[in-house]
């Protein structure tokens, strides 16, 4: 593994052998010769040529590097952002997480950095931690199904006893918590049996193997059990597609309640829920708790050539006690890949059902439990990276880092995602005040 906040020089040959031929095209220095009769004038008069062909693919690629780096101006002053995060006062001592695959690797991730703040997870269709080591390779072998034909049964194996050893040497260099904090936590681990993307064999089996091998004592993990056709989504009472359907938007009607399994798995028996009130929903600006553009580059906030993968906003969910003052707790969801707010909701005909909005967290149900339980909820967002300029970061379906693409650090506390969700939590938690 690199180092935290390594420089392009220091980037790993494994990312480097991933450039689109195109790039690897403007970065030769000169082509190869045709053979051996090509003279001493023709070669110079060739590399030269090539050199400014190489010269003038390298100035459009770095002007697209640039322009994608920039803000449209036009679109912020026409749009403006909305307002960062309240200082709440929130209990931040107990704060629990739950996310959809992509989102539940996050979530196991902030829960093993921040052990010492968290009381519980409720994990959809992820995986162990550090199952892919910083290698989307081995994301995509081990972790996951890329290609559903070769991956039946237990053939995915995250390699465990890998993952505990790299926690443990992570805890012991102070950049995750004191690992003995996981055994007091309550994990709530939902897999579907029809998921072919992220299996039971990862996502129930090798997490609870993951727990386990953590000190997470058997009567703290709880594993309710699915409508057997669940497929890779967020299973719901009545809200998305069908339950077996593996199609955007990853939501299904499967009549399971996944939030009263995860929140009252975490915090134990809740009040019933309540209806959600619309005037509750709260847009905030997340870019202040990005660390990378806080830093910028050139002198200039908001640049960045690493780009952490953070939307410019996310959404609040403030019960109405909360916000008379009441103390309340917070709870962090984290959506999966394809389900940020900007990504673009295909439909079955190949076309576009506009951006996909609040969908994700309105149809998690979570609202309904918040509101009647003295629970703030968190509901950060992802977006989508292109390959184009940034074909070293990578994201195009706006997943949440679990295998590197934001840096080395990813897994622990100098992770930018997970310093970003802790600048976050910290910010709501400013600001006590107790009736």
């Known amino acids: 593994m690199g180092k935290p906040g390594r420089t392009p020089a220091s980037m790993p040959r494994r990312r480097i052998a991933a450039v689109p031929r195109w790039l690897a095209a403007a970065w030769a220095p000169f082509p190869r010769a045709g053979g051996a009769q090509w003279g001493r004038g023709a070669r110079r008069g060739g590399i030269m040529r090539a ?3 190489a010269g003038l693919r390298l100035t459009l690629a770095a002007g697209l590097a640039l322009a994608a780096l920039l803000p449209p101006i036009a679109a912020i002053a026409a749009t403006g952002s909305p307002p960062p995060l309240p200082a709440l006062g929130l209990d931040t001592g107990r704060v ?54 070769q991956c039946r049964g237990d053939a995915l194996k995250a390699d465990i006893p890998a993952a505990i050893a790299y926690l443990r040497k992570a805890a012991v260099a102070g950049e995750v918590a004191d690992p003995a904090q996981l055994a007091r936590q309550r994990v709530v681990l939902l897999s579907g049996g029809a998921d072919t993307v992220v299996p039971p064999a990862v996502a129930d089996r090798q997490l609870a193997e993951f727990y386990r091998a953590a000190g997470v004592p058997p009567e703290n993990l709880l594993r309710p059990p699915l409508p057997p056709a669940t497929a890779h989504q967020l299973p719901t009472l009545d809200a998305g597609t069908d339950c077996g359907k593996q199609v955007p938007p990853y939501i299904g009607r499967c009549g399971f309640d996944s939030a009263a399994a995860i929140l009252q798995g975490i915090y134990g028996e809740l009040r019933p829920p309540a209806a959600e009130k619309a005037a509750n929903w709260i847009a905030f600006d997340q870019r202040p708790y990005d660390p990378r553009r806080q830093r910028g580059v050139f002198g200039i906030s908001g640049v960045h050539f690493f780009p952490s993968g953070l939307d410019d906003s996310g959404w609040l969910y403030l019960p109405d006690a909360c916000r008379a003052g009441e103390l309340c707790r917070l ?32 149809s998690t149900g979570l609202a309904r439990w918040a509101e009647s339980n003295h629970i703030v909820l968190l509901f950060p967002q992802a977006k989508p990276i292109s390959p184009l300029p940034y074909f070293y970061a990578a994201n195009p379906l706006g997943c949440w880092d679990w295998w590197g693409y934001s840096g080395a650090a990813y897994a622990t506390r100098n ?21």
Not at 117 to 123: A, E, K, P, S, Y
Not at 334 to 355: D, K, V
Not at 419 to 427: E, P
Request: glycine letters at 16%; a positive charge.
């Open 331 to 362: 709870h962090i969801a984290l959506h999966g890949c394809r389900q940020g707010q900007n990504y673009e909701l295909g439909n079955e005909e190949g076309g576009s059902n506009g951006r996909f909005g609040m969908l994700y967290a309105k």
């Open 51 to 53: 050199r400014r062909r």
């Open 96 to 149: 629990s997480l739950s996310g959809l695959s992509s989102g539940g690797f996050l979530a196991v991730q902030f829960q093993v950095a921040h052990a010492d703040i968290v009381q519980g997870v409720g994990i959809i269709a992820g995986g162990p931690y550090y199952c892919a080591q910083g290698q989307l390779r081995r994301a995509l072998k081990d972790c996951m199904c890329a290609d559903p034909e």
């Open 415 to 435: 992770g930018v995602q997970i310093q970003a969700l802790r600048t976050m939590v910290d910010r709501l938690g400013a600001g006590r005040q107790r009736k």
